[in-house]
């Protein structure tokens, strides 16, 4: 079946640093990619959704220029936490649709990156 | 976007069928429910998902009313490695899934 697969999981940085998170589509391509965060005993809140060959579109609340997104290529999609603030350090997490022949489309998610900025 | 809401925990004992309400009182003509589970510190697996009526795959079976104002989550036959978190998201899966809307989750507790 379709998986997307995100790199790192985990992750641990110094303030002020910035952290690159990688999220692919494995055996599918994906114009289309969604980052997610969550923070702990909490729902996914979606960040913004990734664009292949375009800019990013942004929720309302969330800072473009602090989450920088690229959307290199059908299968690649990354979030770059800039200048990371300790009240960054959540569970970040990517999904990207599917659509079979015939049938709806499919949500398929990433297995998160924790990030803890110290 | 309408809010989705599901008790915040429930708990079971091995063996027993469990039901997770999600209530979705302004779902659109469009939008499908999809039942999706978490376990800590990984991403949402997909378990099932439905239009109207019910559906029954391998691990679950989703109902759905014809007013499709809630639907239910049917785990028959609950095991310890169930426990984890279910989450309702309701929306387009067909154009919109930059507005799918997450319940708030059901923490499911399995004990022996």
């Known amino acids: 079946g379709a998986v997307v697969s995100q790199h790192p999981s985990w992750v641990i940085c110094k303030s002020g640093t910035s952290v690159k998170i990688e999220c692919r589509s494995l055996d599918f391509q994906a114009t289309t990619m969604f980052w997610y965060r969550q923070f702990p005993k909490q729902s996914l809140m979606l960040m913004a959704t990734?664009?292949?060959?375009?800019?990013?579109?942004?929720e309302q609340g969330v800072e473009k220029d602090k989450f920088l997104i690229n959307h290199a290529s059908l299968t690649l999609s990354t979030l770059t936490v800039t200048s990371a603030h300790p009240e960054d350090s959540s569970f970040y997490i990517c999904s990207a649709p599917r659509w079979v022949a015939g049938g709806t489309g499919e949500l398929f998610f990433g297995e998160g990156s924790r990030l803890t900025v110290l | 976007l309408a809010k989705i809401t599901q008790p915040i925990s429930m708990d079971s004992y091995e063996g027993q069928e469990v039901n997770i309400t999600c209530s979705h009182n302004?779902?659109?003509?469009?939008?499908?429910i999809t039942w999706y589970q978490q376990f800590p510190s990984q991403g949402p697996r997909f378990i099932i998902q439905?239009?109207?009526t019910k559906v029954t795959n391998e691990v679950a079976s989703l109902f759905i009313p014809a007013d499709r104002k809630s639907s239910t989550l049917s785990l028959p036959r609950v095991s310890l490695s169930d426990t984890a978190v279910y989450y309702c998201?309701?929306?387009?899966?067909?154009?919109?899934?930059?507005?799918?809307?997450f319940g708030t989750g059901t923490r499911l507790l399995v004990s022996p």
């Open positions: 439905g239009y109207k």
């Open positions: 302004n779902i659109a003509t469009n939008d499908y």
């Open positions: 990734s664009n292949e060959g375009s800019k990013a579109t942004y």
């Open positions: 998201l309701v929306g387009d899966m067909n154009t919109g899934f930059q507005k799918l809307v």
